[in-house]
Nanobody, 123 residues
Framework: VQLQASGGGLVQAGGSLRLSCAASGRSFSRYAMGWFRQAPGKEREFVAAITWDGGSLYYADSVKGRFTISRDNAMNTAYLQMNGLKPEDAAVYYC?????????????????WGQGTQVTVSS
């Protein structure tokens, strides 16, 4: 599976962005999908994840109530809707795919990674 993340950009605090992660290859619906982010000088951190069937969603406490993860298996795409963006949300955002139903908040769970898309939030 190859993943292509897109949708990043520059937004003012309080604004919104929707990130997309397009997957190529077979059997996208088999994969759980996750979003992680990494700010300069910081470790990569979990943001959100969704199981293969969309039945379970997981969020970092820092984004709960502001971000929404979703997927469209027919389009082989996962999304991260980000509302109420804060300067501390600025980072490179990565999408990831893994054939698993467990521990979706750990980056070691995932088998495939996209190249990342930059999100910048101005105050």
């Amino acid at each position: 599976v190859q993943l292509q993340a897109s949708g990043g950009g520059l937004v003012q605090a309080g604004g919104s962005l929707r990130l997309s992660c397009a997957a190529s290859g077979r059997s996208f619906s088999r994969y759980a999908m996750g979003w992680f982010r990494q700010a300069p000088g910081k470790e990569r951190e979990f943001v959100a994840a969704i199981t293969w069937d969309g039945g379970s969603l997981y969020y970092a406490d820092s984004v709960k109530g502001r971000f929404t993860i979703s997927r469209d298996n027919a389009m082989n795409t996962a999304y991260l809707q980000m509302n109420g963006l804060k300067p501390e949300d600025a980072a490179v955002y990565y999408c990831a795919a893994g054939v698993t139903y467990n521990s979706l908040w750990y980056d070691s769970t995932y088998d495939y990674w996209g190249q990342g898309t930059q999100v910048t939030v101005s105050s």
